[in-house]
T-cell receptor, first 112, second 116 residues
């Protein structure tokens, strides 16, 4: 089954404690992206990657890091989480220029 | 800077009615306009999409109307059903090329509730 898998689905942490949210896709997609979803703001892109070792900032990259060492994986790293990073996070991937992005089920993060 | 503005924030419709959600964009370089549907606890999923060379696209009960000169596009859901209750996001994508490939800019979202 074609899918984008995020882990964990729910995470509660404390300010300053480094965390990683994993994302994996089994569709051999080149393009992957991370979004955060906040009420009234829609989905905002954090980082995206066009291929292995190629990443770029989205609209709200501050406080986040990503890496793309393998085509299928695109982890999101919060080196020192802060309460304003409490949000619902989505990973997405797409094959080509048609921009049909397939989203994971989301990771709800709470930073206390 | 919100490049895609969506309205209304929430919408309540009776079963069988027409749901209309509107979006306006600023960047004339956008060349792909998808709508995504999101059910509670799920990620968004592509519903329907349009490119600016056509003014309307219909798939079943869902229609996108596109007005290039006004820089607006809208989603119409005909014969709305309770199962259509979800959050709907419009989006826009820049021309491919360089580092802009596949970058989607989303609207704020509309929570649609269809009452039986």
């Amino acid at each position: 089954e074609a899918q984008v898998t995020q882990n964990p689905r729910y995470l509660i942490t404390v300010t300053g404690k480094k965390l990683t949210v994993t994302c994996s896709q089994n569709m051999n997609h080149e393009y992957m992206s991370w979004y955060r979803q906040d009420p009234g703001l829609g989905l905002r892109q954090i980082y995206y990657s066009m291929n292995v070792e190629v990443t770029d900032k989205g609209d709200v990259p501050e406080g986040y890091k990503v890496s793309r060492k393998e085509k299928r994986n695109f982890p999101l790293i919060l080196e020192s989480p802060s309460p304003n990073q409490t949000s619902l996070y989505f990973c997405a991937s797409s094959l080509d220029r048609q921009n049909i992005q397939y989203f994971g089920a989301g990771t709800r993060l709470s930073v206390l | 800077q919100q490049q895609v503005k969506q309205s209304p924030q929430s919408l309540i419709v009776q079963k069988g009615g027409i749901s209309i959600i509107n979006c306006a964009y600023e960047n004339t370089a956008f060349d792909y306009f998808p709508w995504y549907q999101q059910f509670p606890g799920k990620g968004p999923a592509l519903l329907i999409a349009i490119r600016p060379d056509v003014s309307e696209k219909k798939e079943g009960r869902f229609t996108i109307s596109f007005n290039k000169s006004a820089k607006q596009f809208s989603l119409h859901i005909m014969d709305s059903q309770p199962g259509d209750s979800a959050t709907y996001f419009c989006a826009a994508s820049l021309n491919a090329g360089g580092t802009s490939y596949g970058k989607l800019t989303f609207g704020q979202g509309t929570i649609l509730t269809v009452h039986p």
